[in-house]
């Protein structure tokens, strides 16, 4: 390359490079640094590792990051699963299915926030959308948001319905980029309806499946808008979440020494996570 | 009794009869060439003998046997594609061996027919690539591969080599119809070139407009074409159409010829296209545009006077009103210089 492609390069990149520092890597960096110089709301009291020592100690935290991970276990296998469920059912020819795709994607195109109010309707006890119909057969219902043993796994089931219209658009596409060739080809080999699915249909959606299975782990630990309408983390942490405790600690309990070691550790969930799906998933991927 | 036969074949969509009462039979071992313009039925005509597609009427029998409501897995055919149907996420072997595994073969068979298979096509070191690392004729082989290992008696084609360059698709030819001989298989071969049907078949199904034209042997239809359509259709540079009072009638540019002597000229040239081995000539005769094939290299400037003629014997004579072909007028000249 001569010097002159050299600097339109640079010069190309330098936009979008200048945000990125300014907004990600820059407060990256402040956030390590601060989470190993600073003291409750103090900054640069000396390097010290009082904040990790903090962090092994704090039962919440754990008790948070447990949560985080049966929250991302249960909804993002589900939410997949689902979301090539229905993008296999809205892809068939099925009449009304513009209808069905519309009436999946409508959860995606809703703001948490307005998801969550609509949920708090349906899960409020006596009054609730879930109860009155649980009474309807003589149930007296649950406190779906109240009691600790459900509300973590009620909050699961929102994120479910509200990511999986999401990734069936993208299993949509997908599904629609393969050649009705190649099912016809496989049918006149004698290949069954279920092993073209496992043959054909998986194989050629796993680029799909991996970009999915990302961003599903992503909003996992990022998307924790809900919690604000719905229960704060209550009842006793019980459905709290790992970006929820770090906005508590630093803007509630005004610990943003402590949030930002807490930052680092989610930080580096999020990178092994990322590392492990690159480097397994994607040798297993055929790209075309 | 008839290996394949097609009894009364109907498709129809909304408002569109794409067949309409096709019948035909194809005996063991035969290579039948679907020939027509596009839209004439004939990849819709394959599709449901495949089972890819449901007639609205007819049925179709194998081996004696009605499979017109069978699975396309349930039929014993195989089939080649136009777009080649190859997994692209498999290799080469995979890919042939896909329809074995579904079915469930033995592993030790599966390895005999592969073996087979790859030599019959000439695929050796390529077994182990994805579709996407092969040349279109590669891609070719592979599909032929794979409808070769399946045994399968009868092997459907739509248009396998029209993605092909045009040196590839020559060779391809040859090597399908001697495949075609040495396996026996019995092939339908859909096409919209009429130089791969006239060059391949042993017979040639003419379709138009879902309604089967005529059917013959290559040189049948070429040399006594049953309607001004195949007329039309069939040879290249196609057959220059005169009217003549009641009648129509028709010489193919190859039998029309110079008389030498052009005291009276009754031609003018209008142009000329130089091909190689011959040369076109268009002439205004009459008033009526018609061309013929001189062989060698002769660019004559436009308005050039010529005398041309030609044997009555290769007059073909078609109705007017119904375009089909008339037996000729007996008249006491035996060559008729126009």
Redesign the interface.
Known sequence: MTRNQQLYAWLLLLPALALLTAFTYMPTVATIWHSFTGSGMQDNVGFNLDNYRDLIDDDVFWQVLRNNLIYAAVTVPVSIVLALVMALWVNSKIRGKGALRLAYFTPTILPMISVANIWLFFYTPEIGLFNTILGWFGHKGYNWLGDPNLSLYSLMLMAIWKEAGFFMIFYLAALQGI?P??Y?????????RW?RFR??TL??L?PTTLFVLINAFLNAFKLVDHLFILTKGGPNNASNLLLYYIYENAFSFFDTAYASALTVALLLILVVIALIQFGVIERRV?Y? | MSFLSVKGLSKQWADTQAVSDLSFDVDEGEFIALLGPSGCGKSTTLKMIAGLDTPSAGRILLNGQDITDRAPGQRRLSMVFQSYALFPHLSVKENILFGLKARKVAANEQKQRLDRAVELVNLGDQLHKKPSQLSGGQCQRVALARAIVSQAPLCLMDEPLSNLDAKLRNEMRSEIRALQKQLGLTVLYVTHDQIEAMSMADRILLLNDGKLEQSGAPEALYNQPASLFVARFIGHPPMNILEKGDRLVGIRPEHIRLTGHSQSPNATVMHCDYQGSDTQICVDHQGASITLSLQGHHLLPQGHPLDITWDRQHEHHFSTQTGLRQTAPSQPKESSHV
């Open positions: 050649s060739d190649l016809q080809a496989a049918e006149l080999e004698g290949a069954g092993t043959r054909i194989p050629l796993m055929h075309r």
